[in-house]
């Protein structure tokens, strides 16, 4: 059981570089909670207070993320072991932005902020772990927005569905008009459809009303 539980930690980012007998002393010493969900469970909501960490450790969720005035939002699959949400462990925030529900059955492991402080107190190698971490999110999203400008309405639409996306890679669902789209980028419907159709013709999306499903995010990138 033990030696599952290292496998498991060490799987995380967070624990990357410790030895055996580092994660013995934090297993032994850390309060851990494990949880089960069952398909169509909720992970984690917008209600849900944050300032907790939670490692989803195997299985599948479907993550959504909304925006600002909820007139859209994208929906994807996550597979563990993932992080959920970790830069709402600090800061401003006192609730996570997305919604997590279980696909399939996963197991999560979840620690409180103090037993994260205390951690960061105990070891120097999950202290450097976790500033990686946050910092290299912040250096990505940053990243994002400074990127040549797009040249042609298939790269501005490419962009929109990076931003928008936790992963950029995968299945993904984005629950939005095309005149909300249309909005967003200045582009106007028509020539926004006759990218979509090509798209679809080269079966990288489906289109319906309201509705565009990408059965992997990664060949509309690397297109």
């Not at 297993?27 to 490692?55: N, P, Q, W």
Request: with cysteine; proline share 3%; hydrophobic share 45%.
């Amino acid at each position: 059981m033990a030696a599952e539980i290292f496998k498991t930690l060490v799987s995380f980012p967070l624990f990357i570089g410790m030895g055996r007998e580092e994660l013995e002393t934090i297993v032994a010493k850390t309060k851990l909670s494990f949880h089960t969900m069952r398909e169509g469970e909720v992970i984690v909501d917008t209600t849900t207070r944050s300032g907790m960490l939670v490692m989803l450790t195997d299985g599948t969720a479907v993550a959504t993320s909304y925006s600002d005035d909820k007139a859209y939002w994208v929906e994807e699959d996550i597979n563990g072991p993932v992080l959920v949400q970790p830069e709402y462990v600090f800061g401003l925030a006192q609730r996570f932005s997305q919604l997590w529900k279980a696909k399939t059955t996963c197991h999560l492991i979840t620690l409180d902020k103090q037993e994260i402080l205390k951690l960061s107190d105990n070891s120097l190698i999950f202290r450097l772990n976790l500033l990686n971490l946050l910092s290299t999110q912040v250096q990505k999203r940053q990243a994002l927005f400074w990127r040549a400008a797009p040249h042609s309405d298939e790269e501005f639409l490419r962009r929109f569905f990076l931003v928008h996306s936790i992963r950029p890679a995968g299945r993904k669902v984005l629950h939005i008009k095309l005149t909300r789209i249309e909005k967003e980028l200045n582009i106007d419907r028509r020539r926004l459809s006759a990218v979509l159709r090509q798209w679809e013709r080269a079966n990288l999306v489906i289109w319906t009303r309201g509705c565009i499903f990408i059965p992997a995010l990664e060949k509309i990138i690397n297109r």
